[in-house]
């Protein structure tokens, strides 16, 4: 039972490029979620989802496209990377309702030269 | 406005101390609340989760007071393998996939 796993763990990119990350649950979770860190600050949600096929914006969206082909997965795209993007990216897996709390994958450290 | 407003710290300690954490939430309607801890460089992990009658695990314990929108963690007898950085997490009530999280609170114990 691995959890939440995310790949990769490091990544540098430059200005333009594109990429997307992978998040993965053995939970069988319906909920999924990305959230980006920065210094200072506490977790944004940048997307997340409440089941396969559906996905939804959260706080910080913009630059980035989500996708939810499988229950297991939630794949985050960085269509052209800016140096604002440079971040810790964790993605996280829940069950869906109240109460419930979130489980987190290892992050991946994202920097935008 | 935060949703959630935690003091950033650090609160320096010396082992066998006792520490306490607020942690303020703008959302009357928010109905889960949890503590989180954090190593650095690693992902957040749950501490506890807090209920309305408050609740302790071994040398923690958490307090709800919805009259004024706070949660606390209560730390006794700190160890050094303590230090970390404490997130305080709110779940919004009207959407309950939706948490909200604190910059965290970052905890040093000292020898």
């Known amino acids: 039972n691995a959890g939440v796993t995310q790949t990769p763990k490091f990544r540098v990119l430059k200005t333009g490029q594109s990429m997307t990350l992978l998040c993965a649950q053995d939970?069988?979770?319906?909920?999924m979620y990305w959230y980006r860190q920065d210094p200072g600050m506490g977790l944004r949600l940048i997307h997340y989802?409440?089941?396969?096929?559906?996905?939804a914006k959260g706080e910080v969206p913009d630059g980035y496209n989500v996708s939810r082909l499988k229950k297991q997965n939630f794949l985050l795209g960085l269509e052209s990377a800016a140096p604002s993007q440079t971040s810790v990216y964790f993605c996280?897996?829940?069950?869906?309702?109240?109460?419930?709390?979130?489980?987190f994958g290892p992050g991946t450290r994202l920097t935008v030269t | 406005r935060k949703e959630v407003e935690q003091d950033p710290g650090p609160f320096n300690v010396p082992e066998g101390a006792t520490v306490a954490f607020n942690c303020t939430y703008s959302?009357?309607?928010?109905?889960?609340f949890f503590w989180y801890r954090q190593d650095c460089r690693k992902e957040p992990k749950l501490l506890m989760s807090v209920y309305s009658s408050g609740n302790e695990d071994g040398r923690f314990t958490a307090q709800l007071n919805r009259a004024s929108q706070y949660i606390s963690l209560l730390i006794r007898d700190s160890k050094l393998s303590d230090s970390a950085t404490y997130l305080c997490v709110v779940n919004e009530g009207h959407n309950f996939n939706k948490f909200y999280f604190g910059s965290g609170t970052k905890l040093n114990v000292k020898p």
């Open positions: 959302n009357s309607a928010s109905q889960s």
């Open positions: 996280a897996s829940s069950s869906a309702g109240q109460g419930y709390e979130q489980y």
């Open positions: 989802s409440v089941g396969e096929g559906t996905t």
């Open positions: 939970m069988n979770h319906e909920y």
